[in-house]
C-alpha cells in the first residue's frame, strides 16, 4: 500500500487522488469538528465552500455552521467548536459547514473513490476503516491558508502508525510521510502543548477557544469515520 | 528573529524573499557539493537552470559539472558528486553547475538581500553567518521535482537548532520549521539511515552512489559558507 501526504490545500492536485482513498486531515478544527457532530447524531454534514452558498441552504431543517478567521459567521447557528455540536443542536439534523481550509479540501477531494475525514479524535477507527477499502491512500492536510498546520501534520503521522500496525501489506510513503510519521512519535506527552503553540492553536487561544484544542488533541476517543456520500459526510 | 521554512521551490514565492536572508538547502547534493567544491579552492560557483546555458559557457577556464536525473551530463566534466571536486579538478577554477533542483532554487532566492547555500556539512558555521546579516531567514529546501524531499527538511531543522543556540533574540518560526526542528532531534544516531531511505537517498544507491550519501551526511564537518556575489557562489 501507498501513502502519500500533501502538506496543504494549496498542493492538491486533483488527478492525484484518481483510483484512491483520500482522508482529510483538518484537526484545527473542522474535521474533528464533523466527527463530533456525527458523533451526536447529526443525520449528514454537507460542506460547502462559501458562506453565500451555506445561507441559500438556510432553512428549518439545516443546521448552519461554520467559521471565518477563526469565528462564526454571523446569522449562523454554530461556529466550528466542537463542542457546540451536542444531540441537542444537531440531533436527527443536516448541518450545512464552510469553514476557511477544511470544507475547500473536502472539495478538492472529491474526485477520489474514497473520501474519510480524518481527526486525532478518531485516527484509529478511521485508518481502519481507510485499509478496508484496499486503495492507496492520500493524507490530504487542509493546512492553514496554503500552508502546513502542525496539527495536520502530526495527524498525519499518527494514521500512518495506525494504518502500519494494522495493514498486512508494506506500507511505502513519500519524504513527508516519513517525516511526519518520525514527527509523531517524537511528540510522546507534548501533543497538546504541540498543538497550543501551533499557528492555529495560537489564534484559537486569543480568541478564547483553548478548550478546543483540548478537544481537538485527543487521540482515539471516537469510532466515527465521516465518509463522503454523494455531496454529504455521513456515518460509515 | 523569524525563520520560515519553505518545502520545496514549487512553493516558493519570490516575494517571501524580499530584505531576507535565504539559506537554500538541497542536501543530496547540490548544496553539499558546492560546499564541497568551494572547499577544493573552486574560485567560484555559477549556478545556471540549464543545460544549455551551462555547454554556452564552456571554455578552458570553466569546469561544467552536473547532473540531471542523479546522473553526470553527458559531456561535462564532472557530474554532482561532492567527492568528485578535488583540489586537482576545480582548485582556482570556476565551476559551472546545473542540477535538477537546487540550481532552480538559487535562482528563486535570488530577490533576497543575501543568499547563502546549507547542508548538513556546514549547517553550524552556516548559521552563524546568517545569524550575524541580521535579517529574517527563509530556509528554502530544494525537494526534489517539486516535492518535499526528507534531507532536507532534516538539514532545515539542524539549521534552526544551530540558529536557536547562538540567537541572542527569541526566534519565532513557521509551523514547518517546528515540525522540522522536531523531526531533527528526534534522528539522533540514524541520520545516515534516514537519508539512505529518502526518496532520493534510494535513487543515488540504485545508480551506485552510496558514497555521496555518506559524504552528504556528516554533519558540521565544513566552515565554508558559500554567499551569492552577483551571478557566482564564492566563499564568505
Chains 1, 2 share one sequence.
Not at 458562506?51 to 431543517?61: F, P, S
Not at 474519510?116 to 492553514?144: F, K, P, Q, T, Y
Not at 512519535?185 to 502543548?193: I, K, Q, T, V, W
Amino acid at each position: 500500500m501507498q501513502i502519500e501526504v500533501i502538506s496543504s490545500v494549496n498542493e492538491a492536485q486533483a488527478d492525484r487522488f484518481t483510483h484512491r482513498t483520500v482522508i482529510v486531515i483538518d484537526v484545527l478544527r473542522a474535521t474533528s469538528t464533523i466527527v463530533a457532530a456525527l458523533e451526536a447524531g447529526a443525520a449528514s454534514i454537507l460542506p460547502v465552500e462559501t458562506v453565500l452558498e451555506a445561507r441559500a441552504l438556510q432553512c428549518g431543517e439545516h443546521v448552519l455552521a461554520g467559521e471565518r478567521f477563526c469565528r462564526k459567521i454571523p446569522g449562523f447557528d454554530l461556529g466550528n467548536s466542537p463542542e457546540e455540536f451536542t444531540p441537542a443542536a444537531v440531533g436527527g439534523k443536516r448541518v450545512v459547514l464552510t469553514t476557511t481550509n477544511g470544507t475547500r479540501a473536502l472539495h478538492k477531494a472529491m474526485r477520489a473513490d474514497y473520501v474519510l475525514a480524518g481527526s486525532l479524535n478518531n485516527a484509529a477507527a478511521c485508518a481502519a476503516a481507510a485499509a478496508e477499502l484496499r486503495r492507496d491512500i492520500v493524507l490530504l492536510c487542509a493546512g492553514s491558508h496554503n500552508e502546513f498546520a502542525l496539527e495536520d501534520g502530526l495527524c498525519a503521522g499518527l494514521l500512518i502508525s495506525e494504518l502500519r500496525r494494522i495493514s498486512p501489506t508494506v506500507i511505502e510513503m513519500n519524504d513527508l510521510g516519513a517525516a511526519m510519521l518520525g514527527y509523531y512519535r517524537s511528540s510522546g506527552e507534548r501533543l497538546r502543548d504541540m498543538l497550543l503553540g501551533s499557528t492555529t492553536g495560537r489564534k484559537l487561544i486569543k480568541n478564547g477557544n483553548a478548550r478546543d484544542v483540548d478537544h481537538c488533541c485527543r487521540i482515539n476517543t471516537s469510532s466515527i469515520v465521516p465518509r463522503l456520500q454523494g455531496d454529504s459526510l455521513c456515518q460509515t
